[in-house]
């Protein structure tokens, strides 16, 4: 079963795993242009990777390991339900899961520059639901960030201790993330 034209998101299929932990775990999805979409509410933010996820101590199998998918945390406002979905289809729709692109995403907004992968996405995701949602979805991911960093920062400020040294390494990734965030914002604006 696939979809190409979509107007709520019904994921209607399921798959159990045992994690790490132990525990077992069921996930809802739907495919869209044959691509699981993975209802992963309980992540940070949606994401695109292979199944099964390192996670996962066991599989049921039900789609083939190695399948590329989404992961796509539900928010309440189905614009920005949509705007993750067709970024993250973008990135694998655009070959982008086979690229190793963490550092080089974290190494580039240190100078300024978004990598070529992100801002292709966003222009993939503009097709589908328009560039002014696009820039209301990275606002939400803008806002979002600022949140973590707030929080990080506060904690800083509290303990005596200040961060440990994990804390820190997050604090360091949401300012990146931050900063990328407003760079494909400007870099939208500039090509709009």
Known sequence: MGR?????????????????NGIEEKFNYFLLNNVPVIDYSRGLRS????????????????????????FLKVEQDHDLNFCSLYHE??????????????????????????????????????KFVGTEKIIKWLTF?????????????????????????????HLDIWKKSNQEIKLRIAAINKSG
């Open 89 to 126: 289809l973008g990135h694998i729709e655009l070959g982008h899961l086979d690229e190793e692109l963490h550092d080089e995403r974290l190494d580039g907004v240190q100078i300024g520059i978004v990598i070529k992968a992100e801002l292709e996405a966003d222009a993939y995701a503009s």
């Open 47 to 70: 994401v695109c990777g292979k199944i099964p996820l390192t996670q996962w101590k066991h599989y049921d199998g039900l789609i083939p390991n190695g399948t590329p998918a989404i």
């Open 141 to 169: 991911l803008l806002n979002m960030t600022q949140n973590k960093i707030y929080y990080f920062e506060f904690m800083e400020q509290k303990r005596e201790t200040g961060l440990c040294e994990e804390e820190k390494e």
């Open 4 to 20: 190409s034209d979509m107007h709520d998101l019904i994921f209607d299929e399921s798959f159990k795993v045992i994690g790490h």
